[in-house]
């Protein structure tokens, strides 16, 4: 094994980027990204703590549930979740934040870096309801960059091909909870049977 150790090193083996590249680079939302917000169910934001350990966590609900405030800020809602909150904690240690916004069917993908704060505003959080319930709190994201990535990954994994899907991967937390002697054997199933009835009734 070779450790590559320079930045001299590393662009000998990826190469340089043409600069026409770095000038879909924009430091506000366009229209088009707004769009593809505004069309995106499922976005990944990315955080890191005073560890210096970043995290990433899904955040999605039904298209735009991302709300687009101004040309430079991002809302996003906080729902029911399992309390660990590892990402509102780090926000709080760091307010740097990155998130790749996704759109089912379409390659490309959207990137925003910023700088996240919390809110708890009331009339907000009540405006951003869902299935019910506002909000529990919000994550305002101040955009510093924000650009799209282009569709290769998706097309190497041929993501949206649905005649490449595998059967799904049933996760067991009850196991998972197991492993660390935290559950007996017997309860397993009682556990994730719960966990089954709160993703109908409590999301």
Known sequence: MAAIQSTQRLREL?????ELV???IHSRLNAVAKNFIARSPMAFLATCGSDNLPQVSPKG???GFVSIEDDNTLVIPERKG???AFTLENILANPKVAL???VPGTCETLRVEGRAELDDDAQRCEELSARGSAALLLIRIKIDAVYFHCAKAFLRAELWKSSTWTEAIEI???NEIAEHGALDTQEIDAFDAAVRS???TDL
Request: proline share 9%.
């Open 82 to 84: 399992n309390k660990l």
């Open 100 to 102: 790749i916004f996704v």
């Open 14 to 18: 990826i190469g340089t980027p043409n």
């Open 61 to 63: 609900d039904a298209p």
């Open 198 to 200: 709160r993703y109908k």
């Open 172 to 174: 067991s937390f009850g």
């Open 22 to 24: 770095r000038r879909k």
